[in-house]
């Protein structure tokens, strides 16, 4: 079998324009901005002698600089990420400056920046960009391989005697390379939450525009990448062709595929600008080990090796890429690498039939290895969508062989890790343990046996709730929004949409809310009392500096409010077939949509009294099925039953409950 070798492309940037969701109200939530340069917001603080230093934001006039120490933070009001530039209007021979960045207002300071490069207990590892005397009169920038990836505030800082006279400092947005205008997405959500106190929570704290712009921060061009010490480099090629989705804003900036389980589908439902996951999943099969079907944890530089479920996350990317675009091309490229690696996966299984884990590294979690519920978990989805795409390609026998095994795996998987005391799955054979991934992964992927089975495990996981969010038994002290974002899709799946939206409003309510933020994009995580010291113990050395403030990890409920709460999704390839099954989820109204290469879809539903009414509109050619609330149903003035088939086009539902 000839696998797909490595390869380079040198790419030029086209100008990506993106199709455009309708106008409404939304827009004013929409915090992408139109314009690539952008300019601070506010003056956070100023020390020593600033002289006008409003001027750096209003644009008008200079602000001078006097004296060894003298500095002004800025605010961009929301994250950012790029080049710095600036005019020199007036300086001496021995004027200089150096500039520091961080995520959090927790690390602003004259004398270091928050910290990517290295987790440090000092907090200052990365130290500062120092602009050294002399310093050219006139426009300056910041050199490309200095890229700061995420940011919110920028401290410049006096470093000699001598006054030193800037303005018209700015930012050169550095993300989505390939898209003129980031503000223009494809995709939309909308609805007013009556039990928040801000009823526009669900639109403008995010769950769909936050968590996009969040995402967008992501994909970054393939030659910026955060080198390990000293300092911060953005010199490395991370792939075989950009833009390139990575895993962080500000840190870890290459290609990271478990992060893609949660971020592609934010990708699709926001933007469909699936080129930058194109070229991140065929970065990953590039470097396939040849005899063994491996795949890499990580793309390079870093190309870290042995995680069996990253490798997984992988193969499942590549089923979501394909279920979106209906690249069919690519897939037939990548098909003898996906079979192979499916295979070295499969190649696993032990006499007991389920999967002994060996590549350790995951997301962070304890405990991984041998017979891990989890990893088996995500073993048991990549054979259903393996399934799917064997069937795609024509592929009888390999489809017939992993559902046989798919269907194994689900009986043998429900013998070995339920646990009938507790309600719900646990990590291994030999603990009463009951991780918070597995359980959720139980009922998204359809492990449980039965609907009451799953919603006694959504009761269950909510056991592990505090004032911020879901915990994570297989992490202690820890709350995990990538996992969380899993927990939440699975509590819509069983029909517990109360709880649903409960952690909804909790767990990213308070991210997108606390000031020791952005409130613009999402955690990577925090710890259980909320505070910034996530994964002190697990290789972050208790630097709370470390933690990416923008993490498309994160945005887990953007996808879920477009696929649970409206209800709208793709059953096959680019939408050919779709799904429109609402949750209400105690709200009144939602509306929303999104693209794919066949066109766009839209749905709107309503509840007055004991009327709903709900608006399909998806593109001609195309067919789908739909779950009403209640029998009754009034479809295009015709009275119909529950459960529908429908062609593609507009069509008008009323349902008297």
């Not at 696998?3 to 990506?16: D, E």
């Amino acid at each position: 079998m000839r696998l797909l070798r490595p390869f380079v492309i040198f790419s030029c940037y086209f100008a990506l324009v993106l199709g455009v969701a309708p106008a409404g109200p939304w827009d004013a939530f929409n915090l992408a901005p139109k314009s690539k340069t952008v300019y601070p917001k506010a003056i956070y603080t100023t020390e020593g002698s600033v002289e006008t230093p409003e001027s750096l934001v209003t644009s008008s006039g200079s602000t001078t600089l006097t004296g060894n120490g003298s500095w002004v933070a800025l605010d961009f009001g929301q994250e950012v990420g790029g080049w710095i530039s600036m005019n020199f209007d007036s300086v001496s021979e021995n004027s200089a400056i150096s500039l520091s960045f961080t995520e959090s207002p927790l690390f602003i300071r004259p004398y270091a920046s928050d910290d990517s490069s290295y987790p440090d207990a000092s907090t200052t590892y990365d130290g500062v960009l120092s602009v050294p005397a002399p310093l050219p009169i006139g426009y300056w920038t910041q050199p490309i391989y200095a890229l700061r990836g995420g940011f919110r505030y920028l401290s410049v800082v006096s470093n000699s005697d001598s006054p030193v006279t800037i303005s018209n400092l700015s930012c050169a947005i550095a993300f989505m390379p390939h898209v003129e205008d980031m503000s223009q997405y494809t995709g939309y959500f909308y609805a007013s939450d009556p039990v928040s106190e801000d009823h526009d929570f669900l639109t403008k704290r995010n769950m769909v525009f936050w968590s996009i712009y969040c995402s967008n921060g992501h994909r970054a061009p393939e030659h910026r990448e955060t080198s390990l010490p000293p300092g911060w480099a953005n010199n490395a090629t991370l792939g075989i062709a950009g833009p390139i989705i990575v895993d962080g804003a500000k840190r870890d900036r290459a290609v990271w595929p478990g992060d893609m389980g949660i971020a592609v589908p934010t990708q699709f439902v926001s933007t469909n600008d699936l080129l930058p996951t194109k070229n991140a999943l065929s970065t990953m099969f590039a470097a396939q080990n040849p005899t063994t079907g491996a795949l890499p944890e990580s793309g390079p530089p870093l190309s870290q090796q042995g995680s069996d479920t990253y490798l997984m996350w992988t193969l499942i990317g590549s089923y979501n890429y394909y279920l979106y675009s209906g690249d069919m091309d690519w897939l037939s490229t990548i098909w003898t690498n996906y079979t192979k690696a499916v295979a070295y996966v499969e190649s696993k299984v032990d006499s007991t039939g389920l999967m002994n884990v060996t590549g350790l590294r995951d997301w962070g979690r304890f405990g991984q290895g041998g017979h891990n519920a989890e990893a088996n978990a995500i073993f048991y989805k990549l054979l259903t969508n393996s399934v799917e795409l064997a069937t795609w390609m024509d592929d009888a026998e390999l489809a017939s062989a992993w559902s046989a095994n798919a269907s194994a795996l689900k009986t043998t998987y429900n013998e070995a890790f339920w646990l009938p005391t507790a309600g719900m799955y646990r990590d291994n054979e030999t603990t009463t343990l009951t991780p918070q991934d597995a359980n959720s992964f139980a009922i998204l992927f359809n492990l449980t046996t039965s609907v009451d089975q799953a919603k006694t495990v959504s009761q269950g996981l909510q056991q592990n709730w505090n004032y911020y969010g879901a915990l994570a038994p297989e992490l202690p002290d820890t709350i995990s929004p990538f996992i969380g974002g899993f927990e939440l899709q699975a509590h819509f799946a069983c029909g517990n949409d109360e709880a649903a939206m409960i952690l909804l409003r909790r767990e990213w309510g308070y991210m997108l809310t606390t000031n020791l933020s952005v409130q613009s994009t999402l955690l990577e995580g925090y710890t259980a009392n909320g505070s910034l010291y996530y994964r002190s113990q697990d290789g972050y050395n208790y630097d709370p500096s470390y933690i990416s403030h923008s993490h498309g990890w994160s945005s887990g409920p953007t996808s879920a409010l477009t696929n649970y709460v409206l209800g709208l999704t793709v059953t096959s390839p680019q939408g050919k077939t779709w799904s429109v099954a609402p949750h209400t989820s105690g709200l009144t109204s939602a509306e929303g949509g999104f693209e794919t290469p066949l066109g766009s879809f839209f749905v709107s539903w309503a509840q007055e009294g004991s009327t709903f009414t709900l608006n399909i509109n998806t593109p001609e050619g195309t067919s789908g099925t739909v779950q009403l609330p209640q029998a009754g149903a009034t479809v295009d003035s015709q009275m119909t039953t529950l459960d529908l088939t429908l062609e593609g086009g507009e069509h008008a539902i009323t349902v008297q409950m």
